[in-house]
């Protein structure tokens, strides 16, 4: 799944829960729950394969992604300044959400591809249920909508 919607729900979390206790754990268990859910991403591994790294195409869409994500996640701590504890929460339940993905950015990027990190990838891969590009994006983006909904409700 895209990082956006990994975000969004982290966030969603996080503000609605107040706990670190409860808000930490969930919004990393959540990144598993979201990747069981039907969705499109870029063919990073497929294309790694073929080419030796992903496509440019790809590298594109998962930057944009990632700006989207981290943007989000500023826009939605600074929201909640001066209750520093809400903004600090909301920033560790974001990272927490997408940091399974985010280790594996060596694997990708910088040629690691051998020992744990080959292992965490072959795993990450293995839970993914992934369709095409029309419906895994409707999913992902109703994932992003409902989260925002329940911020702000
Ligand atoms: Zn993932």
Not at 27 to 39: E, G, N, Q, T, W
Not at 43 to 67: L, N, R
Not at 101 to 111: M, S
Request: glycine share 4%; aromatic share 14%; net charge positive.
């Amino acid at each position: 799944m895209l990082e956006t919607p990994h975000v969004a729900l982290g966030i969603a979390m996080a503000v609605k829960t107040g706990n670190p206790w409860v808000a930490i754990p969930l919004s990393l268990a959540s990144h598993f729950l979201l990747d069981r859910v039907p969705h499109w991403n870029p063919h990073f591994y497929t294309e790694t394969q073929k080419f030796g790294q992903p496509k440019k195409i790809s590298t594109y869409i998962a930057v944009v992604d990632e700006m989207i994500a981290i943007a989000l996640t500023l826009f939605i701590a600074y929201k909640f300044m001066p209750d520093v504890n809400k903004s600090f929460l909301i920033l560790i339940c974001s990272l927490l959400s997408v940091l399974p993905d985010q280790i594996k950015i060596p694997y990708f990027f910088c040629n690691r591809r051998f020992g744990l990190i080959k292992k965490w990838v072959d795993f990450e891969r293995s839970i993914q249920v992934e369709v095409g590009p029309v419906w895994g994006i409707l999913t992902q983006t109703i994932v992003v909508l409902v989260s925002f909904y329940w911020v702000f409700s």
